[in-house]
Nanobody, 126 residues
Framework: VQLQASGGGLVQSGGSLKLSCAVS????????LAWFRQAPGKEREFVAA????????YHADSERGRFTISRDNDKKTLYLQMSSLRPEDTAVYYC????????????????????WGQGTLVTVSS
């Protein structure tokens, strides 16, 4: 499984940004997918996850209402729409995947995910 994240950049506080993650070398519709982020000097933390069918999502409390995860199974792409961005959202954002069956739960721990992209940097200026 290969994941390629893109869409990061510099944005002002209060602004919006949409990240994408293109997935290849896998049956996309059989993957649960998620976004994590890692700020400088901090641990990698969970942002949001979505199940293989797209019908179930799970967002971290701190991002709920501001960030929305989605996927397009035809385009084999994962998205993260971010709005009302804050300086503390500054981080490298990583997409990740896990081969799943319908009942596989969406995990929020890093070690529950198997495949990782290279990350895309989001910088929010105050």
């Amino acid at each position: 499984v290969q994941l390629q994240a893109s869409g990061g950049g510099l944005v002002q506080s209060g602004g919006s940004l949409k990240l994408s993650c293109a997935v290849s070398r896998a049956t996309f519709s059989r993957l649960n997918l998620a976004w994590f982020r890692q700020a400088p000097g901090k641990e990698r933390e969970f942002v949001a996850a979505i199940n293989r069918g797209g019908g179930s999502t799970y967002h971290a409390d701190s991002e709920r209402g501001r960030f929305t995860i989605s996927r397009d199974n035809d385009k084999k792409t994962l998205y993260l729409q971010m709005s009302s961005l804050r300086p503390e959202d500054t981080a490298v954002y990583y997409c990740t995947a896990k081969r799943a069956i319908i009942t596989t739960p969406l995990g929020s721990h890093r070690d529950e995910w198997d495949y990782w992209g290279q990350g895309t940097l989001v910088t929010v200026s105050s």
